[in-house]
Structures are given as C-alpha cells and as structure tokens.
C-alpha cells in the first residue's frame, strides 16, 4: 500500500465533510515547514525518529501475516500488516511534515520511514497524545491549544467543557469553512498571522464565552442559564447556530466590503480581534433583545423568517463602521488592555441604539456617562471645597489648642519639613522673579493626603477629630482610626486621577464624592 496515496487528500480542503471529521491536528500543516523539511532531506538529511500513527480498523483489528523466519529468543515478530483499505483508516498523530516533506523530494521514493502505530486510538487519546509529544519537544501555542480542544472536550462529562469546545469549533469553522466570510482570515492553529488573517480562535471564543447563545453550567453540570441557541447537544446546536453567525457576518461583509477587506491595515476597525469579539457581542445584544420581547424564537424558527429583524438592528452597525472617520478610528484603536475591547463592543452598540431607540442594552448608558467626563467638572469642584474644609477645621483645632506653634507641634516632622521647604522654594522664585518680597503660608503645601496622616499624629485624633472625621456609617468599623480615615486617601486618589485630562470620572467615583461632600460640608467648624 502507498501511504502517501491514502494520506495525501488530507491536506485537501475540497472535501469539507471529510474535512470536519477529522481530528483537529491533521489540519496544521505549514507550507513553510514543508518547504523547510523538503530541502533538509533534499541536501542528504535524514530523520532518525519515527512517525506515530493511528490506525483505525472500525473495531475490526487487524490482518498480520506472520513471516516463516523468525528468531526464537526473541518477542518481536517479522510480517506483513494489512492496513483497511478505505481513507481515513489512518491518522498522523505525529511526524506529519516529516512525511510529507518527502513527497516531492529526490528520495521519495527510495527511502522508507520508521513507525510508530497504535490500533483504535480513541480521537481524545489521539490528541493528548500528540499535546504531550509537542509539549515535550517545543510549547504548543495557545491558538492550537483553543482548536485542539474543540476535539478534545466535545464529549467531556463536565457540560461547560463541552460548551467550551463547541465555541472553540464555532471559531474554527468560521475559519475553515469554505462558505465563510472569514475563510482563511482566522489563525488557526500553528498557521502565521498576516494583515489579513489576523483574527484568533481565542478571540472569536472569548466573545462566544461572554454571548448567551449557549447554556452554561455550574457545579455538577448545573444549568445557570439557557442558552438562546442552545439545544442541549453540541452538534445540533452548532448545526443551529453556526449558519446564523455565518449569515450575519456575511451581511455585514456584503454591506461593509471595504471595511472588510483592510484587516489589520490602514487603521481597519472590522476584520480584527476587537473589532469582530464586538461584533459578535452586538449580534448577541440584539438577539436577547429580540428573544426577551418574544419577537424570535431561533430553537424553532426558520433562519430566513427572522433574519429581517436581525439585518433591521444590525443596518445602524454597518452605517456606523462604513462612516467611521480618522479621529474615530485613532480613538478606539488607541485603547489598550482589557478595557480596550469593551470600548469597541460599547461603541458598536451605541451606534445601534443612536438609531433603534428600542435598543437600550443594560450597562450601555452607565458606561457612555462613564466615559464622557460628565461628572469631571463638578467632581473636581467639590473635591476643592471639601479639602478647604478639611484643612480649615484641622488648622483651626490646632491653633486653638497649641498657639503660635501650631504647625510644628501638630504635623509629624516629614510632612512640615517637605511643605516648608516647597513654600521657601516659592517664595525663592516670586523674589526672584519681581524682585518684591512675599509670604507663601506652609499650609498651602499640605495636600489631602497629607491631612489624614496629620489627623493621626500625636494625640491629634484623641483629642480634636476623633468625633469629627469619622463618617456615621463607619463608626463600627473594625480596624481602629487608620480604616476610619481611608476616605481622606480615595479622595485624595481620585483627585490624582483628575490630573489626567483623558481621565473621565464614573458614576460610581461620582457619587461617593457628592457622599463625603454633603458630610463634609455639614461639619460644624468651631
């Protein structure tokens, strides 16, 4: 038997059913590697190791015709194997560039392989066979990693690892599949990324894993939420639900070609991780909506019906991503870390719900408030009005009961010695600029932070703030005066972060300052 004859169509993607079947590490042959091996053997090398082999006989075993010679001493046995005669009847676990880097090789056919095989592997073995085995050799990359346990964990006892594998071969097929729009713009494995193909498997899943479109599951297989398109069964719920993803992000391709086709070039916004994880979301946002007012029923309804609705909410997208000038773009690709994908996910929804007043997804106007400095200006006020406050009833408890030396006698040392020194060095440069003399007080050199630390110097909190600047709320809080005061420092944080003009205060920031502002401000000075 010619083995390059049986496994050479796995290499062919024109068969997409013989394709899907087969386990996921068949598939992640690189053209480059190829090459490489090809002139390595071309050049006189050899590969000393063997190829490890799967051979799959349906339950059947196999036909081993002993050889008449053999040695008495020993257990190894001399014949001829017979291997089933139909494809896939074999798969490479490992060794798949050494093999096929002979086929175009001068020695094709001359020289032979060693192997290794193992008879009816199951597909689960088979591929924590071939992780260990590259593990061992060199680090299997993550994006093989994700593909691998599409295969891996479909038929897991633990429900959430099977749901993590269906997402997995969500994303895979929307990079294999012929019919996809992003045929051959997903990484896929051990393949390289480019321009164009520059969207991860771990992308297009970790999008899937924040969507409802599948159940998940708790402790002991628990289900905490049904999934939209969920039904109950990997397989029937990824015949479900992958032409819908399919057809929608065809209808965003179609109407957004060029966007489409920039990738990763010329400040794309579409066909690259964040911009397709906030697609995905999007997509997800507006089937919970249509879901919840009971206006779809994907378990049950024909994709075609529902598909209008679904193109009506999705049209304001594509007019937005269409529109998109340089400033839009430079701002969202200018967002780094975990907080740079949900501003792409935030913003393609906003420009859903700008033009489909029905679309209100929770947390979308709190995070716009959020992100649009809103609060900044009042904030800031009174973050002001509350440290003049502060610092006028602990000045003025101090003067009262230590005279004159008030400022010695009640700050600690560091704090009094660095805000001296920064009122002389004023006063240095006012004389030295207009040439008249000035006085600079040093408690214009005290900062809120340095306010709680002076209401805990000494005896300072015994006997002047104790009763003062302790919030109602806290009286009974554990910890003794350091806990109690903890608001002065995320007061005098926030104030830090107001320093940053791109800093935008949240509602939350926003309200805990109006909270010590109302108390603050209600403190009787005496």
Not at 135 to 145: M, T, W, Y
């Amino acid at each position: 038997m010619n083995y390059m004859d049986s496994f050479e169509w796995l290499l062919c993607p024109v068969c997409n059913s013989k394709t899907r079947m087969m386990p996921t590490y068949q598939r992640l042959i690189k053209k480059k590697r190829l090459q490489e091996v090809r002139s390595f053997i071309n050049e006189g090398g050899y590969f000393p190791n063997s190829i490890i082999i799967s051979i799959d006989t349906n339950g059947k075993g196999l036909t081993f015709d002993q050889a008449s010679s053999k040695v008495d001493s020993t257990i190894s046995k001399i014949g001829i194997l017979h291997i089933p005669k139909r494809y896939r009847s074999a798969y490479i676990i490992d060794g798949q560039h050494r093999l096929y880097g002979y086929s175009d090789s001068l020695y094709a056919s001359t020289n032979t392989i060693p192997v290794v095989a193992f008879v009816d592997l199951e597909r689960s073995e088979q591929i924590k066979l071939f992780m260990d085995i590259n593990e061992n050799q060199k680090a299997v990359p993550k994006s093989l990693r994700v593909t691998l346990n599409a295969d891996m964990l479909w038929e897991s006892n633990d429900y959430s690892e099977r749901r993590q594998a269906l997402r997995s071969k969500i994303a895979q097929m929307l990079g294999e599949e012929p019919t996809s729009p992003l045929h051959s713009r997903v990484v896929i494995g051990e393949n390289e990324s480019t321009p164009d193909r520059c969207i991860t498997v771990e992308a297009i899943q970790s999008a899937l894993r924040k969507c409802r479109f599948f159940d998940t599951y708790g402790k002991k297989n628990v289900l905490q939420k049904a999934g939209t398109f969920d039904c109950g069964d990997n397989q029937e719920t990824c015949d479900l639900f992958y032409p819908f993803i399919e057809k929608c992000l065809l209808y965003i391709r179609e109407t957004c070609l060029p966007e489409w086709d920039k990738g990763d070039r010329d400040s794309g916004m579409l066909t690259m991780n964040r911009g397709m994880q906030a697609v995905i979301r999007v997509i997800d946002d507006i089937v919970n909506m249509l879901v919840d007012k009971g206006m779809i029923t994907p378990k049950s309804q024909d994709l075609d019906d529902m598909f209008g609705l679904i193109q009506y909410y999705l049209k304001p997208l594509t007019d937005y991503i269409n529109a998109l000038n340089a400033e839009q773009r430079k701002d969202l690709r200018g967002y780094f870390g975990g907080g740079a994908d949900t501003r792409f996910w935030r913003a393609y929804q906003k420009a859903v719900a700008d033009a489909r007043l029905d679309f209100n997804p929770e947390g979308l106007e709190e995070y716009w408030q959020n992100e649009t400095k809103v609060y900044n200006d009042e904030t800031k006020s009174m973050l002001r009005e509350i440290e003049s406050k502060i610092k006028d009833i602990i000045a003025g408890r101090l003067e009262d009961y230590f005279g004159d030396s008030w400022l010695i006698k009640g700050l600690p040392k560091p704090i009094y010695t660095r805000a001296k020194n920064e009122a002389d060095e004023a006063v240095y440069e006012h004389v030295s600029n207009n040439g008249e003399e000035i006085d600079i007080p040093i408690w214009n050199y005290i900062t809120l932070a340095d306010c709680k630390q002076i209401v805990l110097n000494g005896r300072n909190w015994s006997l002047f703030f104790e009763d003062t600047f302790v919030r109602p709320e806290e009286i009974n809080l554990a910890g003794g005066k350091d806990p109690k005061t903890d608001w002065i420092i995320r007061l005098n944080t926030i104030t830090n972060k107001l320093q940053k003009d791109s800093y935008s205060v949240p509602v939350d920031e926003y309200s805990y300052v109006k909270s010590i502002y109302d108390w603050v401000m209600g403190i009787l000075v005496f």
